[in-house]
């Protein structure tokens, strides 16, 4: 398994839209092992194809507290939408900033396995938050795109200023280390 670099807003990459997984061969295994390794290691609870730079309609998630009960869709789709919550959201690919995001409460979700079989399932509360999170990945939209044009501006600006003061260090310390 390999750790996969995740791509961090606003980067154009992200808004590319996710085509159809068509093979389910070893490819798409390694995949999803590297993305389950990365998800956990970053650490967070949902993790689309789109975000490690491979636009492929693939999210793996896992909700739990132990971190041993990893979900995995492949071409996933929305059956049905209930209710509405707000919760506070994070993205990996937007680090270290949370925001107020509605979506429904309660969804039922068609996709595939690893293997390919088709399966459907009911989720709730944190899941069926995570997973409408994650499936916005695949079309190319991101949490902040839920957001004001507004604060999405200062998130760009924030993130892009945290960029640049990493880059300096780095660059200070190759020179230290000279």
Do not use: W
Request: charged share 30%.
């Amino acid at each position: 398994m390999t750790l996969r670099t995740i791509l961090e807003f606003p980067d154009p990459r992200l808004r590319t839209r996710a085509q159809p997984v068509t093979r389910f061969d070893a490819g798409v295994e390694r995949l999803i092992d590297d993305m389950l390794e990365t998800l956990y290691d970053a650490p967070g609870i949902g993790l689309a194809a789109t975000q490690v730079d491979v636009h492929q309609r693939l999210i793996v998630i896992d909700v739990s507290q132990a971190h041993n009960e990893p979900l995995v869709l492949i071409n996933p789709q929305i059956l049905v939408l209930e209710g509405e919550t707000s919760t506070e959201e994070g993205c990996l690919s937007v680090p270290g900033i949370f925001d107020t995001v509605k979506r429904a409460a309660r969804i039922r979700v068609r996709a595939q396995a690893r293997d390919g079989t088709v399966f459907e399932r009911e989720c709730a509360d944190l899941l069926a938050v995570c997973v409408q999170h994650e499936m916005d990945h695949l079309e190319g939209k991101l949490f902040v795109d839920h957001l004001s044009n507004l604060k999405r501006e200062r998130i760009r600006k924030k993130l892009d200023k945290e960029r640049k003061t990493r880059s300096r260090r780095r660059a200070t310390a190759a020179r230290s280390a000279l």
